[in-house]
Each structure stands twice: as C-alpha cells, then as structure tokens.
Nanobody, 114 residues
Framework: EVQLVESGGGLVQPGGSLRLSCAAS????????MSWVRQAPGKGFEWVSD????????AYADSVKGRFTISRDNAKNTLYLQMNSLKPEDTAVYYC???????WGQGTQVTVSS
C-alpha cells in the first residue's frame, strides 16, 4: 500500500521557521520526482516546489523562492521542506505528492499568525 505521511506542521509566528517531513512507503521512493503542493483556505492547490529523484535538481514557486528549501533522503524514504521567514500568506495545508500527482499524502496544516 502506497503511503505518504506528512508531519511537522503547526502554528508559527511571522518570520519563524518550520520543517515539514514526508515519510514514503509502498513504492520505490528513490525513483520518483517529488513535489510539495499547498492549499490555502478557500483557494485552489498551489505548486510549491519540486525535487528530482536523485535530489540534484530543485525548483520553486516565485512566492517561496529564497525562503523554502526542498530536500530528500532516499535512504530514509523521506522528503523535506524547510520553511524560513514564514509569512501569513504561507498559511495552508501542505501536501507531499509525487511529481506526476499519482500519490498524495493527507496533508499537514501550517498556520502563520501572531
């Protein structure tokens, strides 16, 4: 059974940091390009970041470039998103997904508020 389980979300003040993790199982994680996608309250899904299967190539939405860093540990079957300098507009449910959107996690809530 394919599983993607996100963790690390929570409430943080503007300017703060969080590190999201996504534990993968049930498929060959190291062969898949991966993504983070988010959905703010009342809005559609927004792509945040991609990383290739080997971790050597990354891409970011303009809205998070320079503040977020995607990474992965294929030995641990885990995807990460380090989020710094958080803004209220980063408030959303963050999802881990394969780049082809074949598999999705359940999401983790990130709330940026003072």
């Amino acid at each position: 059974e394919v599983q993607l389980v996100e963790s690390g979300g929570g409430l943080v003040q503007p300017g703060g940091s969080l590190r999201l993790s996504c534990a993968a199982s049930g498929f060959t994680f190291g062969t898949f390009d991966m993504s983070w996608v988010r959905q703010a309250p009342g809005k559609g899904f927004e792509w945040v970041s991609d990383i290739d299967s080997g971790g050597g190539s990354t891409a970011y939405a303009d809205s998070v470039k320079g503040r977020f860093t995607i990474s992965r540990d294929n030995a641990k079957n885990t995807l990460y998103l380090q989020m710094n300098s958080l803004k209220p507009e980063d408030t959303a449910v963050y999802y881990c997904t394969t780049a082809g959107r074949d598999y999705w996690g359940q999401g983790t809530q990130v709330t940026v508020s003072s």
